[in-house]
């Protein structure tokens, strides 16, 4: 089992996230309180699991003290079997890590950390309205390998508007320089509600191009390959197979539970979602109620999602399991679909593997789509 704590709190709002979260500090004792209160309230969910991966999400989770950070993981010891060895990440801002901070995070166990740098470009930092800059960025990567966190991943994020792709390829380098054993790489997405969204609906910003961003895509996935690092997931790369244990469970259906405001759990047949609303999950834990929606996933379904995820990794998607999932339907109605893209060079199968080729990896979503069964 793997258990994911969503902190929804960050100091500023960048142009480009959509993800649930308050730029108001006034409510953080009550939500730790609320989430404290959520863990002990689902400690039977999925009863008798050892707890593999610890991630704290968000939000940004280097905002905590080292009393609140303790005080949750604290309370996952006592609810749940936490394996000794479990990876324990946390997602964090440059600008929040100084020395004393990255030393309490190590000495409560956090085993891994996510860095989002996005990049050390300092423009595309402003731009972004990133809280961090670019000296900041380097610096935090340094004093956490210094503080013995040397199990580390960065965020970059690739496709920011620019002349040429110049800037991607200083931002990679400066990553390997680094010496991390981990990237996670994501394409400039516009979301409607965010400030890029209305910039791009009021004309003063124009949408990515198609092709800029998979040109990005293969000077990103090339020069990392060159350099030691297996992509092991379309935006992950990680050198000497230092993969995200937490993140692989979700790409390959393994049971998860979510605490906080906008988080989800799985269990396989059903999934559940809080509310994406800070003073209503306050509100609902305070009565003793579950803030969540429950979902009964049909067997389109669960077809459906683990194409979406799986597809997206090394492992690909067992062609056995579609068939158990779909009743034994997927071929017998897909056997066209998969025909013509391994005709087209997108999908391949070995050893009852089903995945996505180079060129595929361009196209993962369309491809995964294209393959879906009908509710």
């Known amino acids: 089992m793997h258990l994911y704590l969503h902190i929804p709190f960050c100091r500023q709002a960048c142009h480009y996230c959509d993800f649930h979260f308050s730029t108001s500090l006034s409510s953080k004792k009550e939500m730790l309180r609320a989430m404290v209160r959520e863990i002990e309230m689902q400690a039977g969910y999925l009863a008798g699991s050892e707890i593999r991966t610890v991630y704290f999400g968000g939000g940004t989770p280097s905002l905590l003290t080292k009393t609140e950070l303790g005080g949750l993981l604290d309370t996952i010891r006592h609810h749940f079997q936490l394996l000794p060895n479990a990876e324990i990440t946390l997602e964090a801002n440059p600008d929040d890590l100084d020395r004393q901070v ?78 991390v054993p981990h990237i996670s790489a994501y ?42 690092f297996e992509q092991y997931e379309i935006s992950n790369f990680a050198r000497d197979q230092k993969y995200s244990l937490h993140n692989s469970a979700y790409w390959q259906r393994r049971p998860y539970l979510g605490i906080g405001p906008s988080a989800h759990s799985y269990n396989g047949p059903s999934r559940q979602y809080n509310v994406a609303h800070n003073a209503n999950y306050i509100k609902s834990i305070g009565q003793g109620k579950l803030p969540c929606t429950l979902e009964n996933l049909s067997v389109a379904d669960q077809v459906n999602e683990y194409l979406l995820t799986g597809l997206r990794t090394k492992w690909g998607c067992r062609l056995d399991l579609l068939q158990e999932l779909s009743g034994g339907l997927f071929l017998a109605q897909m056997g066209h679909e998969l025909f013509r893209l391994h005709e ?17 990896k361009l196209f993962a979503d369309r491809v995964a789509s294209e393959l879906f069964l009908e509710a």
């Open 344 to 360: 087209v060079g997108w999908l391949h199968t070995r050893d009852g593997l089903l995945c996505l080729t180079e060129q595929g």
């Open 102 to 179: 990255l030393t309490d995070f190590y000495e409560l166990g956090v085993n891994r950390l996510s860095i989002g740098i996005q990049s050390f470009h300092e423009p595309h930092l402003r731009f972004m309205n990133r809280a961090h800059n670019a000296i900041e960025a380097e610096a935090s990567v340094k004093a956490a390998q210094d503080a013995g966190i040397t199990n580390l991943t960065i965020d970059l994020i690739y496709a920011i508007p620019a002349p040429d792709h110049g800037i991607l390829r200083s931002d990679i380098q400066k990553a390997l320089t680094l010496g």
């Open 187 to 228: 394409c400039l997405t516009i979301e409607p509600k965010t400030a890029f969204g209305k910039w791009v609906k009021n004309r003063k910003m124009d949408p990515i191009e198609d092709e800029y961003a998979a040109e990005q895509f293969e000077i990103l996935v090339g020069t990392l390959q060159e350099n030691g």
